[in-house]
């Protein structure tokens, strides 16, 4: 009797030590292979699905990026919109700008005209890019806007001053080339252009009526330096790497500098496509 | 008494002792190599079934992939170049155990992106090295404006390749892959990618100077435009990798 009570006491503990151990606990191999067979055949017939409808493109590029036209167009509206002064015209002295010689009854006298001084705020109304072809792009761009200048002269003799409104105007199209930079960039470097604008006064001094108008030529290259539009890519990075110094858990960050190379940037019919390789260096 | 005695003393040394070592010794190994090889392998075939039933889905959806404001492709090159820069960064796992990173792979499939990092851990308490397999999720995150690329542990196992030495080691194994794997992912950090979310456009001011019939000063002051742009949707292929994103905020300053 004692014996058995001894024995059965022995296995209770044997089994309760053996239930104690806290091992892994993972499926058979038999059901992980189930398991391996079900999924194998599901996804046979998603590759089929994904293969049928997966967008097309060229990945060659570490990076390719793709910027559509239209989000360009957003950003120029946003400038466009603004109530700010977009453009300065400060009208300097111009001695003469309109001169008749006249003569009544043999005594001759010039009627004349000077601008002395003038501003005239012009906003930027219109600015889209419309075209887009390999590494060109075309903007149409207006600006509008008007002002007072003071001007003076003489009139059959008599000296006067007046401050007549200005008018100023200027659409046009202009063509950038796209060109890539190794800091991250699209370059839009503008075209030589002559740009016309068009002036006009409704002077009247005294009672001397004067309508007058004139095409300034400016040069586009000189009114607009090449304007460089993040390419959304950055130059600096930190990597997170794990602090191997005793004691110490988590991340050490550790600066890097990414090298572009092999940048293309190419014009398609709705997108500006950007492309480039990347070197990693510590 | 004398029985008595016996029965307290049993129960003592079973307590006393870590029973899974005495009943080890008895019965032998608790680790299979193959089970754990077969378990991550069944792991893997169910993250990509899953994974490809997303965008499966999200295929079948009317809306094109491609049309957001903006579109990056990340090929599989790009990928293999950030991940390359954990090949021999040293860790800590615990107090007595610290790791290298030997070698990453990266395996991109149709809806995910895996990391698989083969690590050598070294045990100062057992003065041994273990070959580990930690397998890791790729995604992204937008944290503070900033698109980073996460690693997700979420399986640990011990390299069956390895062989022999796992006999020696079983404690530690079995001590290695029961690690907290959300410790082992802070360890990995987040990668900040190379692209910004926030820009600025800088046109710097001009002037041209018309003396003619007029003489006049022609002059564009600064421009400054801030602009931001949100994450649509990641959609991982096996050449690459496509984020989607949109045009969010823009301001004049």
Same mark, same amino acid.
């Given at each position: 009797m004692i014996k058995t009570v001894l024995s059965l006491c022995t296995s209770v503990l044997l089994v309760i030590?053996?239930?104690?151990?806290?091992?892994?606990?993972?499926?058979?191999?038999?059901?992980?292979?189930?398991n391996i067979d079900f999924y194998k055949?599901?996804?046979?017939?998603?590759?089929?699905?994904?293969?049928?409808?997966?967008?097309?493109?060229?990945?060659?590029?570490?990076?390719?990026?793709?910027?559509?036209?239209?989000?360009?167009?957003?950003?120029?509206?946003?400038?466009?919109?603004?109530?700010?002064?977009?453009?300065?015209?400060?009208?300097?002295?111009?001695?003469?700008?309109?001169?008749?010689?006249?003569?009544?009854?043999?005594?001759?006298?010039?009627?004349?005209?000077d601008i002395d001084t003038g501003y005239v705020k012009m906003d930027l109304t219109k600015l889209r890019f419309i075209e887009f072809f390999g590494q060109e792009i075309k903007a149409l761009i207006e600006i509008k806007g008007s002002g007072k200048i003071k001007v003076s002269g003489k009139y059959t003799g008599i000296p006067a001053t007046t401050a007549p409104e200005v008018s100023l105007y200027l659409m046009d199209t202009v063509?950038?080339?796209?060109?890539?930079?190794?800091?991250?960039?699209?370059?839009?470097?503008?075209?030589?252009?002559?740009?016309?604008?068009?002036?006009?006064?409704?002077?009247?001094?005294?009672?001397?009526?004067?309508?007058?108008y004139q095409e300034i030529p400016l040069e586009l290259t000189e009114i607009l330096d090449p304007v460089a539009i993040p390419a959304a890519v950055n130059t600096n990075i930190k990597f997170p790497l794990p602090s191997g110094t005793k004691g110490k858990k988590g991340v050490e960050y550790v600066p890097y500098t990414v090298k572009f190379s092999n940048i293309s940037i190419t014009a398609l019919k709705e997108i500006i496509e950007y492309r480039t390789d990347i070197e990693l260096i510590k | 008494m004398r029985i008595l005695f016996f029965m307290m003393m049993l129960f003592s040394t079973a307590f006393l002792f870590n029973g899974c070592s005495i009943i080890k010794k008895i019965a032998g190994a608790d680790i299979d190599p193959e089970e754990f090889d077969a378990h991550r392998k069944a792991k893997m075939y169910e993250i990509r079934h899953n994974s490809m039933m997303s965008l499966s889905q999200r295929l079948l959806d009317s809306k094109p992939v491609n049309d957001a404001d903006i579109v990056f492709y990340l090929n599989e090159d790009f990928l293999i170049k950030i991940l390359s820069q954990f090949i021999?960064?040293?860790? !800590?796992?615990?107090?007595?155990?610290? =790791?290298? &990173? /030997?070698?990453? %792979?990266?395996?991109?499939?149709?809806? @995910?992106?895996?990391?698989?990092?083969? !690590?050598?851990?070294?045990?100062?308490? =057992?003065? &041994? /090295?273990?070959? %580990?397999?930690?397998?890791?999720?790729? @995604?992204?995150?937008?944290?503070?404006?900033?698109?980073?690329?996460?690693l997700e542990p979420f399986n640990i196992s011990p390299d069956v390749d390895a062989g022999g030495i796992l006999s020696s080691s079983e404690d530690l194994i079995r001590d290695l892959i029961k690690i907290n794997l959300a410790d082992i992912g802070k360890s990995l950090g987040q990668t900040k990618l190379p692209i910004d979310l926030k820009n600025s456009l800088d046109i710097s001011s001009n002037k041209a100077e018309v003396r003619s019939k007029v003489n006049l000063d022609f002059t564009i002051p600064d421009w400054k435009m801030d602009y931001s742009f949100k994450l649509r949707e990641v959609l991982i292929f096996r050449d690459a990798m496509i984020l989607a994103l949109d045009l969010n905020k823009s301001e004049v300053r």
């Open positions: 030590s053996l239930v104690s151990c806290g091992g892994v606990s993972l499926p058979t191999v038999e059901e992980s292979n189930k055949g599901q996804i046979e017939s998603l590759e089929k699905t994904i293969e049928l409808y997966k967008p097309s493109f060229q990945a060659t590029n570490n990076i390719v990026l793709h910027v559509k036209t239209s989000a360009f167009n957003k950003l120029l509206r946003k400038l466009s919109d603004n109530k700010r002064e977009d453009v300065i015209i400060n009208f300097l002295q111009t001695k003469p700008l309109l001169s008749q010689k006249k003569s009544i009854l043999g005594i001759s006298y010039k009627n004349y005209l063509s950038f080339d796209l060109v890539p930079s190794f800091s991250g960039h699209i370059m839009l470097t503008p075209k030589p252009k002559k740009l016309m604008l068009k002036t006009k006064i409704k002077i009247k001094l005294l009672s001397w009526k004067i309508p007058w | 021999g960064a040293r860790g !800590i796992l615990d107090e007595s155990t610290t =790791y290298i &990173i /030997n070698d990453v %792979l990266l395996e991109l499939d149709y809806g @995910s992106a895996l990391a698989h990092f083969e !690590i050598e851990a070294y045990n100062e308490s =057992y003065d &041994i /090295n273990v070959d %580990l397999k930690l397998d890791c999720i790729i @995604s992204l995150k937008i944290d503070k404006d900033e698109l980073n690329l996460l």
